[in-house]
């Protein structure tokens, strides 16, 4: 059987758990190596990085907390769930993560008001992989 | 519980319907779109089976007397609870006290909201579900007003009650070159089908029929050219089930739903599959229907999509749930 998501998933948080830094597998043909990152999530986006450097608020980066695909409006809808500008709640839903036929929220941690869609839609994202960026009042 | 706040036209606690009754006369009732049900439920990790609520109309609101995990499916409703918006297809969880509301529908006509374990309203006949014909099931045997109260089962405390969507039923199972604004149904022909001509029966396959506003669970009166037999047919009542086509008099078919009589007497001129009927749940009045024609081989191996679909939800969101029990 083909190493899924789930799979990869599930053997993050064993890896997350134990403490262990890295692991690699190989099966029928196929290799993956998993390495946790110690240092907190990287910032892979100039938007986010710029985030760090300003005055007027607190940044607060709702992530991806499943393995999946990036998907920033309901499949239904043709409107994301959020836009820079908007004021949102904690805990809204400012994006889904797609695995299979499922979809996974990713939350708002903060009230505020959304800075930017850090994550590319259609993008496949990680446990921990920042999606959206909010600035709340500090 | 479950207090119902406010509510137009006629909501009504379903399951999948009263099946071993038909035979004295008893029809079978049941959710108009059986997959938006078995999707809400199967998210819930309830038997599918399980009793929700049809949501014809908006505006809807509703009161949760406990914590209670739910499920909204089918039609996008534009739905909140407590003013945070909760996404179509969707199951998430309330506390007691909370407000769910739906404001309007923007795309389907049917909105199905399942809780942790059900709707617990008394089995009449072996179902939940309301047949409004008969004034028996669900509540009271009648549509939901205001201030009804609802009794849920306990759910199962240990199952997982974090948010989940699923993909909606119309994309996951979307008839490859459908146009757009057209539902389209497939049908296989039926008894009285050779009592048309060749000009008949091609008015039938090829208009676009408009849904009429007297359509309902009972059946859907639609409106088109009009197709006339050979000559006027006269036949005695006889069984029929939901999905017969029917051409009365004028010409203009009739659809019989999940609430239709057991018995009619208009000839038949196709019947729509089952693995197609929710379509017809989901259309609208205005909306355009269409007919394709099928055979009854396809219409099995249709069933067979539906099944494959729902079954791989299941897998899916059993394997998620043990996933994230683990953190």
């Keep these: ?138 | 519980m479950i207090e119902i706040l406010s509510v137009l036209g006629p909501a009504s606690v379903q399951d999948l319907g009263r099946f071993d009754q038909y035979r004295f006369g008893v029809g079978t009732s049941g959710a108009m779109d059986d997959i938006a049900l078995r999707a809400g439920n199967i998210l819930l990790a309830n038997d599918e089976n399980a009793a929700g609520i049809e949501i014809p109309m908006t505006p809807f609101k509703l009161r949760f007397g406990r914590d209670t995990a739910f499920a909204l499916t089918g039609a996008d409703a534009g739905a909140d609870l407590g003013g945070r918006a909760i996404p179509p297809w969707w199951r998430s969880q309330a506390r007691a006290g909370d407000v769910l509301s739906l404001k309007a529908m923007t795309r389907g006509a049917r909105s199905y909201l399942t809780v942790g374990g059900g709707i617990d309203v008394p089995v009449v006949l072996g179902s939940r579900s309301t047949q409004l014909r008969g004034q028996l099931g669900g509540l009271h045997g009648r549509s939901l007003q205001p201030g009804d109260v609802l009794p849920c089962t306990a759910p199962d405390s240990s199952a997982c009650i974090g948010e989940l969507g699923t993909e909606p039923a119309d994309i996951a199972l979307a008839r490859p070159n459908a146009p757009a604004g057209v539902t389209v149904v497939r049908v296989v022909i039926a008894g009285e089908y050779d009592m048309y001509d060749g000009v008949a029966q091609d008015l039938f396959w090829r208009s676009d029929w408009k849904v009429t506003p007297q359509s309902n669970r009972y059946g859907y009166r639609l409106q088109g050219p009009a197709v006339m037999p050979i000559s006027p047919v006269e036949k005695r009542s006889h069984g029929i089930v939901p999905g017969v086509v029917q051409i009365p008099p004028n010409g203009q078919p009739i659809i019989q739903m999940r609430d239709a009589q057991t018995s009619g007497g208009y000839p038949k001129i196709a019947t729509v599959i089952e693995a197609d009927l929710w379509r017809i749940g989901q259309a609208g009045l205005g909306g355009k229907l269409r007919f394709e024609q099928t055979l009854y081989p396809d219409a099995l191996a249709a069933q067979d999509e539906v099944s494959a679909y729902l079954d791989k939800l299941r897998v899916n969101v059993r394997r998620l749930e043990e996933l994230r029990r683990c953190r």
Excluded at chain 1, 4 to 14: N, Y
Excluded at chain 1, 24 to 49: D, F, Y
């Design chain 1, 1 to 138: 059987m083909p190493i899924d998501t789930t799979d990869i998933e599930r053997l993050a948080q064993i890896l997350e758990r134990s403490g262990v830094a890295s692991i690699e597998i190989e099966e029928n043909g196929q290799s993956l190596k998993l390495v946790m990152e110690t240092e907190g999530p990287t910032v892979p986006s100039p938007a986010l990085a710029a985030l760090t450097g300003r005055s007027d608020g607190v940044a607060n980066v709702a992530k991806a907390d499943v393995a999946g695909i990036f998907v920033a409006a309901h499949p239904s809808r043709t409107k994301p769930f959020v836009e820079p500008g908007q004021a949102i709640e904690a805990g809204a839903i400012v994006g889904l993560v797609k695995i299979g036929r499922l979809y996974v929220p990713v939350l708002s941690p903060a009230a505020g008001i959304v800075d930017s869609i850090v994550a590319e839609a259609g993008a496949t994202v990680g446990y921990g992989t920042p999606i959206v960026s909010v600035r709340s009042a500090a």
